[in-house]
Structure formats: structure tokens, C-alpha cells
T-cell receptor, first 112, second 112 residues
Framework: NAGVMQNPRHLVRRRGQEARLRCSPM?????VYWYRQLPEEGLKFMVY????????ESGMPKERFSAEFPKEGPSILRIQQVVRGDSAAYFC??????????FGPGTRLLVL | GQQVMQIPQYQHVQEGEDFTTYCNSS?????IQWYKQRPGGHPVFLIQ?????EVKKQKRLTFQFGEAKKNSSLHITATQTTDVGTYFC????????????FGSGTRLLVRP
């Protein structure tokens, strides 16, 4: 049973470029969460999605950030016109019927 | 708003010594979860506590949920170098069954 998969594991972008982060939840899971983690800090909730629905995006910046979880394919976190402050580790987690969240390996984004 | 305080921020111990991290919430919780994140890794679910005064053990790890369900602790007996990492507690946001609030984590370093 494959775990949560994220790609790419590392992403380097120059300021102003776009970053696309992908997350495939654990098999059988239909709930996806995205978190951001700055170095030496905890996890900050960004968005919660179910298939084709954004349930809660209260933790996501109003501009430049968007997320989707289409009927087919992975969930995507998109950051437009990246700035240096976007450099962080972005983790995706998925759940099934229970509350336990299973995390993917994360995408480390570095903005030059 | 709802907050979770986790202390200490860092703990540096000699291999074989014990270690404890504490979480305190501003609200009465339905449950609390604990995660471990190795350096450069992703959070891995350890356990969920639900009942008032609950104590659960996993080998050298002992997890406790306070009687008032507002605090929790993780105790590691006789630390080993494999215990190195950051330990996070996470609590569900009130009126939300899915959103977790993570503590800032306790980073454990073990001297061999």
C-alpha cells in the first residue's frame, strides 16, 4: 500500500516563476491537506481539499497561491510569481475516514 | 484563538538519559496526536490519545493525556541516537473535525 507521494522532492525557482507541487494521497484516501513548514518551525495549515472541492483554504495566502484536487490525478498546490519568502518545505497529508493524517515526504522549495 | 504551547523548544541529552516534552492547550480537547519528524524528513504519526487521563506506551515512549484533556506529554526512557528528531503534538481545532493545530515542536538532540 503506497504511502502519500509528493513530487518533486526539491524544486528551485527564480523569483517571479511559478511553482507546481503535486501530491497523490494514500490509496483509498479522499482528503488532502497542505502544510507549509519554515526552517526550525512547526507546520502551518494551508488548505484542505476533497475531490473537486476546496473545503477550507483559510490558511492560504489570498494572492499567488491556489490549490486543486481534480477528479482524476494528484492534488496540486500552485504558487505564482514566487518570492524568496515562499522558500519552505511544503507537506501534503491525506486521511481516510479517521482523523490520523499521513504525511508525504514533502517538497523543498528554494526561491533564488 | 485556540493555541497549543509546546515546551521545551530544544532538549539536548546524553544517550541513556530520559526526555520529556509537554503540550498545553488553551481549550479542552477531544483528542491529541503526536508526530515525530526526523531531520530532513516528514512528520510521522505516532499516536492519538482520546480519553481523559489516558496513558499509552510504545516501547520506550510513554504518552499521557491530562485528566482535564487540556495537556499532554511524551516521555522517552533511556534515549537512543535513533530518537533524534522533532516531536510535535497536534490538536484538532474546535468545531472542526479535520483541521489540526500543530505545536511548535520539541527538537531532541542525543549525544552518543
Amino acid at each position: 500500500n503506497a504511502g502519500v507521494m509528493q513530487n518533486p522532492r526539491h524544486l528551485v525557482r527564480r523569483r517571479g516563476q511559478e511553482a507546481r507541487l503535486r501530491c497523490s494521497p494514500m490509496k483509498g484516501h479522499s482528503h488532502v491537506y497542505w502544510y507549509r513548514q519554515l526552517p526550525e518551525e512547526g507546520l502551518k495549515f494551508m488548505v484542505y481539499l476533497q475531490k473537486e472541492n476546496i473545503i477550507d483554504e483559510s490558511g492560504m495566502p489570498k494572492e499567488r497561491f491556489s490549490a486543486e484536487f481534480p477528479k482524476e490525478g494528484p492534488s496540486i498546490l500552485r504558487i505564482q510569481q514566487v518570492v524568496r519568502g515562499d522558500s519552505a518545505a511544503y507537506f501534503c497529508a491525506s486521511t481516510g475516514q479517521q482523523e490520523t493524517q499521513y504525511f508525504g515526504p514533502g517538497t523543498r522549495l528554494l526561491v533564488l | 484563538g485556540q493555541q497549543v504551547m509546546q515546551i521545551p523548544q530544544y532538549q539536548h541529552v546524553q544517550e541513556g538519559e530520559d526526555f520529556t516534552t509537554y503540550c498545553n492547550s488553551s481549550t479542552t480537547l477531544s483528542n491529541i496526536q503526536w508526530y515525530k519528524q526526523r531531520p530532513g524528513g516528514h512528520p510521522v504519526f505516532l499516536i492519538q490519545l482520546v480519553k481523559s487521563g489516558e496513558v499509552k506506551k510504545q516501547k520506550r515512549l510513554t504518552f499521557q493525556f491530562g485528566e482535564a484533556k487540556k495537556n499532554s506529554s511524551l516521555h522517552i526512557t533511556a534515549t537512543q541516537t535513533t530518537d533524534v528528531g522533532t516531536y510535535f503534538c497536534a490538536e484538532p481545532l474546535m468545531d472542526s473535525s479535520y483541521k489540526l493545530i500543530f505545536g511548535s515542536g520539541t527538537r531532541l538532540l542525543v549525544r552518543p
